[in-house]
C-alpha cells in the first residue's frame, strides 16, 4: 500500500470516525501523564521497568496459549471458550507430575497427585521451583504439553468431530458447554482452594539496576522466557519449513477446496490440536509456576485476555497472537500508572474492544503464517 | 428422527402453548412436591421449596425470554447478560437505599428515593448500557460481538468490586445553573468487593403498600397464622407471593415479546436473522432496527436482575460472574432459541431440573439411606476403591453436587448441540414472514398449530 493510498485512507477514517479521534486523544493524555510522571518523578522508572517486565512475562504467557487458540480459530472456525480450561488441565497435570517426582518418597502418593488438595502437601515444603528441582519441573513441563494435547485430541474425537460442519457459533456454544465440564470436574477432583505451588523464597532472583532504583528478576522469569521463546521459534519453523503450514493455511481458507485439492483435512485438524494444546499445555504450566499459585480458575480468567490477543493479533496469525499477547500483557500490567490497579484487565479488554472497532483483522493481520 | 415421531403422537395434545406449559410446570411442581413428601416435609417446608422453585422458574423464563430476543429474534450472540442485570439492581441499590444517616448499618447509603423510581432507573440504565454496547458492537461479526459482550460484563464486574468507586462523598448543596438541588444523600457508590446491603424496604411490601393491599395481606397472613401454621408463616407467604409476582412479570414479558415479535418491527428482527443484506436491501436500516432490539433486551435483563436480587438483602460482585449468563443460555438453548414460549419452557426445565434439580436428588439419597460424612477430598473419596469401597466415593460425589450440577449443564449443552440444537420448541422458530409460508395440503397441514407459527423445518 502506498504512502498517499494509506494518508487517504486515515484522513477518511478521522472523517467518518468520532470515536477514532477520542482515541487518539486519549493516547495523547496517556503519553503526556507518562511523560510529565517520569519527568517530575511522580512516576519511577525504576518501578516503570518493573511493570514493564512484569507485562511482558504475562504477554509471553497469553501469546503462548494464543497460538493455540489462534490455530483453532482459523482452522476449525470457531472461538473455543474450553481453551482456558484446556490450559488449567495442563497446569493441574504438570503440576501433579512435579508433585510427584519432587515429594515422593516423604508424601503419600494421592496428596502429590492431586497437587495437594485441601492443604494436604505444599509446594513451598517440598521445594518446587526450577533451580530446587529442575528435573521434576522439566518433567512437569512435558507432562503437561502431552496430557493437554491428550484431552484435546478426545475432546475433539467426540465432541467437535461429530458437528464439523456446523456453524461457528454452534461450536462455541458447544465449547462453552465443554469449558463447564472440563472446569468444573477440575474442581472436582483437585478442589476449590487455591493453592501455592512454589518455594517462592528459595528461587534465586537478581536486582537489575534501573535508573532510579531496581527491579526484580527471578530464575522462573528466565525460564519462562527461554521456554516460551524456544516453543514460539519451534512452531515457527515447524510451520515454516514442513508443509503443514501451508497446508493450514490452505484449510483456513476454503476446507472443501483444500480437502479436493488432496489436503487431509482431518490430519491438519489433528496436528492443529497436537500443536496448540501442547503450547497451552505448557502455557499453564510456566503460568503457575511463575506467578506461583495455582486455582481451578486460572485458565478462565486468562481466556479472554488470551482472546484479546488472538484478535489483536488478527485471527490465525501466529506472530500475531504472540505480539497481540505482548501488547494484552503490557497493557494489563502497565496501564495501572494511568488507572486504578483493579482496572488493569478491564484496560486490556478495552483496548481489544478499540482494535475490534477499527481494525477487526487485527494489527498484525496479512502476514499469516497459520 | 426419533424426536419427529414424538412431535407427532404428542402433537394433537400439546398443540396449544397453554396446555404444554401446564404440563411441564406440572410435571416440575408434583417432582418437587413428592420430593418434599419423601423428605417427610410438614406444609411450611412444602410451601417453602414450591417458593424456592418458582422463583427461578420465574428469574429464568424471564431472563431466557429477554435473551431471546437478541438471539432467538434478532440473531445477536450476546453473552453478556449478567452484565445488564447488576446494572439493573446496582442503580435500583443506588437510587433506592436510603442515606447512611438513616441507614443503620450500612457503610454505603443512596439517594433515599422510593423503591418504584429506583427499578425505573435501573432498568432504563440498563438499556442505556446495552445502547452504549450496542452502538459500536453491532456491526461486529457474531462471535465477536460475543466476546466483546463478556468483556463488557467482566468490566462490569471490576467496576462493582473496584475501590475507585466503592464510596463517593455526595456535596450538601449542589448549584446548578438556575436552581440549587440539596440531595439526602451523603456517602454513596458501589460498595467495592463487600457489596451493598438492600437497606430499602421490602419490594414485596413497598408494592403491596402502592396498591393499598398491605392491611388486607397482613390480615390473610394473620389469617393463616391462625389455621395453618402457627409459628412465623409470614416469610413462607412472602416467598410464594413473590414468585407469584414473578409469574405475572414472565406473562408481562411473554406478551410484550410475543406482540414485538409479531409486529412488523419484529418480522424486521426475524429478516435481519435471517439475512442482514437482504433486509438492507429491502430498505430497512436495519442498524436501527438492531440497535432498539438489543437495547430493549438489555432493558429487560436489567429488569431480570432486578428482581432476581432485589429482594435478597444484600448483593456482592461475585453474584455477577459469567456463569449466570451462561445458565440463561442453557435455559433458552433447551428451549430452543426463536420462541419465546420454548424460552419460557427452557427457563423452567432449567431451573428445576438442573438447576435446583441435583440438590433436591443428593437429599433425595441422603434421606434414603443413611450415610455418614463425606470424605474431605477426592484423593480420601477414591482410596478406598482400591478395596471396593465404593461408598466414600458416591459420598463425595454428592457432596460435591453444586460443582458437579455445572458439569451436568456442560454435558447437557454438549448433548443438545450435538442432537437438538434447535431444542424444545426451536422448530417453530418463526419465520420474517406475516403470511403462512407453509405448503397447503403438505405434511404441514397435520400439523395446523405449528404452522400457524411459520413451521420452519429443519
Partial sequence: ?370 | MSADDLRGRFSGLFERDVTLALAVLGTIYLAYVLAGVAFGYGLRGQLNSIANLTFYIGVFGMLALALNLHWGYTGLFNIGVVGFMGIGVYVTALVSKPPVAQGGAAQVGGFGLPLGVGIVAGVVVAGLFGLLVALPALRLRADYLAIVTVAFSEIIRFTMMSRTFQTFTVPDTIDLWLFTVDPTADTVGLGGGGGLILNYPDPLEALLRTLFLWEPYMGFVGFVQRTLIPNNPKPVIDGLVYGILLFVCVGLFYLLLSRTGKSPFGRVLKAIREDEDVANALGKDTDRFKLTAFVLGSALMGLGGILWYSSRGSITPPSFRPNITFFVWIALIIGGAGSNTGSFLGGAIFAGVLYEGPRYVKNLVETAFELGDAPGNFGEAVAPMASFDPVPFVLYTLDSVSQLRLVIMGVVLIWLMHNRPEGLLGHRKETASSIDLSRPGGEDASNAAAAADGGENR
Fill in chain 1, 1 to 370: 500500500m502506498s504512502i498517499s493510498e494509506t494518508y487517504v485512507r486515515y484522513r477518511r477514517t478521522l472523517g467518518e470516525e468520532p470515536l477514532a479521534i477520542g482515541v487518539v486523544l486519549v493516547a495523547l493524555w496517556m503519553a503526556w501523564a507518562l511523560v510529565s510522571g517520569l519527568w517530575t518523578g511522580g512516576i519511577r522508572v525504576s518501578s516503570l521497568a518493573s511493570l514493564v517486565w512484569d507485562g511482558l512475562l504475562r504477554g509471553l504467557i497469553i501469546g503462548l496459549a494464543g497460538i493455540g487458540l489462534s490455530m483453532t480459530y482459523s482452522i476449525l472456525n470457531f472461538a473455543n471458550f474450553a481453551h482456558g480450561d484446556y490450559l488449567t488441565s495442563g497446569a493441574f497435570a504438570g503440576m501433579a507430575t512435579s508433585y510427584l517426582i519432587a515429594g515422593i518418597g516423604e508424601n503419600s502418593v494421592g496428596a502429590l497427585l492431586l497437587v495437594g488438595a485441601g492443604g494436604s502437601v505444599f509446594g513451598g515444603a517440598i521445594g518446587i521451583g526450577v533451580t530446587t528441582s529442575p528435573i521434576a519441573v522439566v518433567l512437569g513441563a512435558v507432562v503437561a504439553g502431552v496430557s493437554t494435547i491428550a484431552l484435546a485430541l478426545l475432546i475433539d474425537r467426540f465432541v467437535y468431530r461429530p458437528i464439523r460442519d456446523e456453524s461457528g457459533i454452534a461450536l462455541l456454544i458447544t465449547s462453552i458447554g465443554v469449558a463447564f465440564a472440563l472446569r468444573y470436574l477440575i474442581q472436582f477432583v483437585f478442589g476449590a482452594g487455591v493453592r501455592g505451588t512454589t518455594a517462592a523464597g528459595s528461587v534465586p532472583r537478581i536486582d537489575v539496576p534501573a535508573l532510579d532504583g531496581t527491579f526484580r528478576v527471578t530464575a522462573h522469569d528466565a525460564s519462562l522466557i527461554v521456554v516460551a521463546g524456544g516453543l514460539m521459534l519451534g512452531v515457527h519453523l515447524l510451520l515454516q519449513r514442513t508443509k503443514l503450514g501451508k497446508a493450514m493455511r490452505a484449510m483456513s481458507d476454503n476446507e472443501d477446496l483444500a480437502r479436493i485439492t488432496g489436503i487431509p483435512t482431518e490430519r491438519v485438524i489433528r496436528t492443529t490440536w497436537i500443536v496448540g494444546a501442547g503450547l497451552t499445555g505448557v502455557a499453564g504450566y510456566m503460568f503457575v509456576l511463575w506467578k506461583g499459585t495455582l486455582g481451578f480458575n486460572d485458565g478462565w480468567l486468562l481466556l479472554l485476555l488470551v482472546f484479546a490477543a488472538v484478535i489483536l493479533g488478527g485471527i490465525g496469525s501466529i506472530y500475531g497472537a504472540i505480539g497481540g499477547g505482548i501488547v494484552i500483557g503490557l497493557t494489563a500490567s502497565v496501564s495501572v500508572i494511568w488507572i486504578p490497579s483493579e482496572f488493569g484487565r478491564a484496560a486490556a479488554f478495552m483496548v481489544m474492544i478499540v482494535i475490534l472497532l477499527f481494525k477487526p483483522e487485527g494489527i498484525f493481520s496479512g502476514r499469516t503464517t497459520a
